[in-house]
Nanobody, 124 residues
């Protein structure tokens, strides 16, 4: 059974850092585009970052450019999101997602597999 499991969330002060991990299992995800989204209560889930297969091509939402870095380790079937210079407005549940086929999209409905999410809270 295909599964994405996020970890690494927590409570951090503004200006601090966290690294999220997403472990994939149940199928080969190496050819998929992997992405991170986030969601706060009452708002739609929004795109944060994506990385295409082989690490060729990374994409970021404007509000995280220069602060967050997405990467993947295909040997470990794991995707990471390094988050630096965190701000209180980064507080959200962060979700990992996979889109088979290797193309690129910022739309949630293009992603087939989703993790359960990990909470990130940034205090001021």
């Amino acid at each position: 059974q295909e599964q994405l499991v996020e970890s690494g969330g927590g409570l951090v002060q503004a200006g601090g850092s966290l690294r999220l991990s997403c472990a994939a299992s149940g199928r080969t995800f190496s050819g998929d585009t992997m992405a991170w989204f986030r969601q706060v209560p009452g708002k739609e889930r929004e795109f944060v970052a994506a990385v295409r297969w082989g690490g060729f091509g990374t994409y970021y939402a404007d509000f995280v450019k220069g602060r967050f870095t997405i990467s993947r380790d295909s040997a470990k079937n794991t995707v990471y999101l390094q988050m630096n210079s965190l701000k209180p407005e980064d507080t959200a549940i962060y979700y990992c997602a996979a889109m088979p086929g290797g193309s690129y999209s910022r739309s949630t409905d293009q992603y087939t597999y989703w993790g359960q999410g990990t909470q990130v809270t940034v205090s001021s």
